[in-house]
């Protein structure tokens, strides 16, 4: 399955701490056999590190986190393009969803594929022509 993934699923991933790590660390273990194919614009990339540099204060697992996620075969990482901007610019005007938000819900829908996120405003405002759906369903699925 092919999907993009928001940051906070990447956050919680490396996060043993939050709450939803549970939920959300199975995924990396489907993500590194390929079982799932992960497309995110570069952004969450830039999200996810300074995030839990934020959480946890440790640059030398900050650093891990950047180097392991760009690393990884089965995460490829989408330039953010004035052309994809300016989609997400209209995506943020229409739903009122915030900057990066937008950016990552108008990859999903330019893709055609499902966004993987917990973010409750995105599962409300923007569930549809976008499959949004939460990381349990990826990692219930056989």
Same mark, same amino acid.
């Given at each position: 399955?092919?999907?993009?993934?928001?940051?906070?699923?990447?956050?919680?991933?490396?996060?043993?701490?939050?709450?939803?790590?549970?939920?959300?660390?199975?995924?990396?273990?489907?993500?590194?056999?390929?079982?799932?194919? #992960? #497309?995110?614009?570069?952004?969450?990339? &830039?999200?996810?590190?300074? &995030?839990?540099?934020?959480?946890?204060?440790?640059?030398?697992?900050?650093?891990?986190?950047?180097?392991?996620?760009t690393q990884l075969r089965a995460i490829s990482w989408n330039?953010?393009?004035? &052309?994809?901007?300016?989609?997400?610019?209209?995506?943020?005007?229409?739903?009122?969803?915030?900057?990066?938000?937008?950016?990552?819900?108008?990859? &999903?829908?330019?893709?055609?594929?499902?966004? #993987?996120?917990? *973010?409750?405003?995105?599962?409300?405002?923007?569930? *549809?022509?976008?499959?949004?759906?939460?990381?349990s369903e990826l990692v219930d699925q056989?």
């Amino acid at each position: 399955m092919r999907v993009v993934l928001d940051s906070n699923i990447l956050v919680s991933m490396f996060d043993p701490k939050d709450r939803h790590h549970p939920v959300c660390e199975p995924l990396l273990e489907k993500i590194v056999l390929r079982e799932i194919e #992960v #497309v995110c614009p570069v952004l969450v990339l &830039a999200e996810t590190v300074c &995030a839990i540099q934020r959480r946890t204060g440790d640059s030398e697992f900050s650093t891990f986190v950047l180097q392991n996620l760009t690393q990884l075969r089965a995460i490829s990482w989408n330039d953010c393009t004035v &052309a994809s901007v300016r989609a997400a610019c209209r995506l943020g005007i229409e739903t009122g969803l915030k900057g990066a938000d937008s950016i990552v819900v108008e990859t &999903a829908q330019s893709l055609k594929i499902p966004l #993987v996120t917990q *973010d409750l405003e995105i599962h409300s405002k923007c569930s *549809d022509p976008v499959e949004v759906i939460e990381p349990s369903e990826l990692v219930d699925q056989r």
